[in-house]
């Protein structure tokens, strides 16, 4: 049976019992692995938690239609860049990327509607408008023009922005996500090792973080309307996509099926794929060493003309 979903690691929270472009550039494991570590368990089917997030330059909370929307900005006044979390998550997930892009870029991390620190109303969650949460927070920090890093969740609302407001995207990067329900591995048995580790750390969070510690299974029950049945992209909105975009994910991702990744790569004009070697959906985590040396290269502003 294949989830009718494109929120992959929501999916996998909720329903445990179900189940030409560049040439593509695999990127190999960081060399920071330790002789004990490559003998044990694949890297892939391990979940090293994040560190503690740094702190932050300043943050705060924009109202949007009723709900409050927290961010947190690192780094000097450089070219801005907008991390955006997996479902259930929340802006501490990106502490590596964070640590590594601060001293070029400003850094903005934002808790998604409803998770982390932000809030919700009663109206029904969507992805538009989330992606209208994030433009309430470029338009408060007074920024034109940002890049977009999106992980999972992060990405579908990313993509959003992507092909509704092309004229604030300055680059696009996307990590484990998909952009239709073709793109949702079947699954069935029991949930992976690595999710199950996952949604410990994301209620653990919620509970500390949020202002409504207890409802974190009201916020999933709230969410799964759009993982069940979201409205996915088309072919033509992705043609469409004008910023330099990666599309990336780990070569053992638990959900996303890898040749949807490679397809996405390309029918967006100006994208080139991106896959993380014995990594999973959680690559963020499990080798942030190389995936910060690729953000690091890729959103790295261009040097000035001589």
């Known amino acids: 049976m294949r989830l009718a979903v494109m929120s992959c690691i929501a999916a996998a929270l909720v329903l445990p019992s179900i189940a030409t472009a560049a040439p593509p550039r695999v990127t190999q494991p960081s060399a920071s692995r330790s002789g004990a570590a490559q003998k044990a368990k694949p890297r892939w089917q391990t979940l090293p938690l994040p560190p503690a997030m740094p702190s932050p330059r300043d943050k705060g909370f924009v109202e949007v239609d009723g709900a409050q929307i927290y961010y947190a900005r690192f780094g000097a006044a ?101 952009y239709d329900a073709k793109g949702s591995k079947p699954r069935r048995g029991p949930l992976p090792a690595t999710f199950a580790a996952y949604a410990a750390k994301c209620r653990a969070d919620y509970r500390k973080m949020s202002r409504t510690p207890k409802q974190y299974d009201d ?6 309307p759009i993982w069940r049945n979201p409205m996915g992209f088309t072919k033509d909105q992705l043609r469409a996509i004008a910023a330099p975009t990666i599309v990336a994910d780990g070569d053992h991702d638990e959900i996303i099926e890898l040749a949807q990744v490679e397809e996405m790569a390309k029918l967006i004009p100006n994208a080139r794929l991106e896959v993380f070697a014995d990594t999973s959906h959680f690559a963020l985590w499990q080798d942030p060493e190389a995936v910060n040396n690729v953000l690091l290269d890729f959103l790295a502003p261009a040097a000035p003309a001589k």
């Open 78 to 178: 450089g070219e801005p860049v907008i991390l955006l979390h997996g479902g259930m998550g929340n802006a501490d997930h990106w502490s590596h990327q964070v640590k590594a892009l601060a001293d070029k870029l400003q850094v903005i991390a934002i808790d998604s509607r409803g998770q982390g620190r932000s809030t919700r109303t009663k109206a029904k969650p969507s992805y538009d408008q989330m992606a209208e949460d994030v433009i309430a927070v470029m338009d408060k920090l007074e920024l034109k023009k940002a890049s977009l890093v999106g992980w999972s969740d992060g990405g579908e609302i990313a993509l959003k922005l992507a092909i509704q407001h092309p004229d604030r995207v300055a680059k696009l990067f996307i990590l484990g996500s998909n």
């Open 219 to 224: 916020v999933q029950a709230w969410l799964v």
